[in-house]
């Protein structure tokens, strides 16, 4: 319909243009093509007015015809793409955890077109990055966002500084950063989460970045949902089995669990690890501090043991407990070796972490190799959690110490 009007528009011009030119050529010859009696003079001059407002109308008007900046709307809404296959990743997820958000940006990523897609948590001054795919620019690792007085800064790295990435509006629009210190460009999406938390959704690229192509606002609402669905299914259960923080079980429940995975190894004549954790310099931080670095133990715990596996809170702050099903020693010492290399990258966004001297120590012993019993597994396993005190070494297994 619409290419019907401006072709009948064009067309009216035209036949405007042909009255013009024969009324001029009739005056000029002085031969009139009509009676005089029909006042050509005030004719030409209406058609003259006419033709010069449709032939100018553009200029007149102001800016675009109304017909054209529809059109151009309509397409820059067609050219959006929709998040359909966001809901696949969750329709199809056999467990509601923290593998999820991954699967989830994984997604994210294809559908924006960009390199790179990272999630943050920001409490109080800490950054703390809970998931990402792709691989980050080089300069954006090691940074850290902040909110500062409503607004979102960037610290980088080392002696370089600090930028501030935009502010934040009333409706969490996203914000478009280009950095005038180092080459890095983004679009932040703010995401307001429970319980008064700050997120933010990061999309980069290495070269050449562009705001995703995508409804950022329904973006925003399905990761807020999404990081509330998955905090809500890790705290589910009865709260008097669970820390708070750390959404491990409490120590209270690990007697009656390890006594239980220990008669089941027996039964079914398979192994079993004992890992004991202490955080050497915990008791020394501040308690803001040491809920973070807790937290991060509990990360590292959740993210390099399998789902079979049970972790909890030790006796005494920052020590803690896991008990790996159906595995030897030599593989619980990889385990432990991966649960401190997590721990460590979990840390690097802490800035008191570098004024402070902390460090994880594991001790481990395995069933039936050095106890067959479950006081004198956890006892093994402590000591070779002393030992490795003793000797300032990450890791000692029980069967290393007696070899």
């Not at 359909?84 to 923290?98: C, F, G, Q």
């Not at 109080?124 to 800064?153: D, K, M, V």
């Not at 133990?297 to 006796?315: E, H, I, N, V």
């Amino acid at each position: 319909m619409k290419d019907r009007k401006r072709i009948n528009l064009n067309s009216y011009l035209f036949a405007n243009l042909v009255i013009v030119s024969v009324l001029l050529i009739g005056l000029w010859n002085r031969k009139p093509v009509w009676d005089v009696s029909l006042r050509f003079p005030n004719l030409l001059l209406i058609l003259v007015l006419i033709n010069t407002v449709l032939i100018f109308r553009e200029v007149i008007l102001g800016g675009k015809p109304v017909q054209t900046r529809a059109r151009q709307h309509k397409q820059s809404r067609q050219k959006l793409r929709n998040l359909n296959e966001l809901r696949a990743v969750l329709r199809n997820s056999p467990h509601i955890d923290e593998n999820l958000i991954n699967r989830a940006l994984l997604r994210l990523r294809e559908i924006s077109g960009s390199d790179a897609v990272a999630l943050y948590i920001l409490e109080n001054t800490q950054c703390r990055q809970i998931a990402s795919a792709g691989e980050l620019p080089a300069a954006l690792n090691g940074s850290r966002f902040l909110n500062r007085e409503n607004s979102i800064f960037v610290k980088f790295p080392g002696s370089l500084g600090e930028e501030e990435v935009g502010k934040i509006s009333a409706g969490n629009r996203a914000i478009t950063f280009k950095s005038s210190l180092i080459r890095l460009e983004l679009t932040a999406l703010p995401l307001t989460l429970h319980e008064n938390r700050f997120g933010l959704c990061v999309f980069s690229s290495r070269e050449a970045h562009k705001t995703p192509p995508i409804p950022l606002a329904s973006t925003a609402l399905f990761l807020e949902t999404l990081l509330a669905l998955v905090d809500n299914a890790g705290n589910s259960g009865d709260g008097r089995y669970k820390d708070k923080s750390t959404g491990l079980f409490l120590f209270e429940c690990f007697a009656d669990s390890f006594e239980t995975e220990v008669e089941r190894s027996e039964r079914y004549k398979q192994e079993m690890s004992m890992l004991t954790i202490s955080i050497k310099g915990f008791t020394q931080l501040e308690s803001s501090n040491a809920q973070q670095v807790a937290k991060s133990a509990a990360a590292a715990l959740k993210q390099s043991l399998r789902r079979l596996d049970l972790m909890f809170c030790g006796k005494h702050d920052g020590e803690f407990l896991a008990i790996l099903t159906e595995t030897g020693a030599e593989v619980a010492e990889i385990v432990a070796k991966r649960v401190q290399k997590t721990f460590a990258k979990q840390n690097e966004k802490f800035d008191f972490i570098k004024s402070s001297d902390l460090k994880m120590f594991i001790g481990s012993a395995a069933y039936p190799a050095d106890a067959t019993h479950g006081d004198g597994l956890l006892e093994k396993s402590r000591e070779s959690l002393n030992q490795a005190i003793n000797e300032n070494v990450e890791f000692k297994s029980y069967g290393a110490i007696n070899q």
